[in-house]
C-alpha cells in the first residue's frame, strides 16, 4: 500500500467535497453531458 498516495487523495477528495458543499448552489448536470442520467 502506497501511504503517502492515499494520504494525498485524501486530502484531495477532502478539499473538493468541502469547495463543493460550501457552493451557494447545488452541483447540477450540464445539459449536453453524456454522463447526465436520463430521466424517463
Known sequence: MDWKAAADFN???RSL???VA???SAPSW???ST???KVP
Do not use: T
Open 35 to 37: 454522463l447526465r442520467p
Open 22 to 24: 460550501d457552493q451557494q
Open 11 to 13: 486530502r484531495f477528495f
Open 17 to 19: 467535497v468541502i469547495r
Open 30 to 32: 450540464k445539459v449536453d
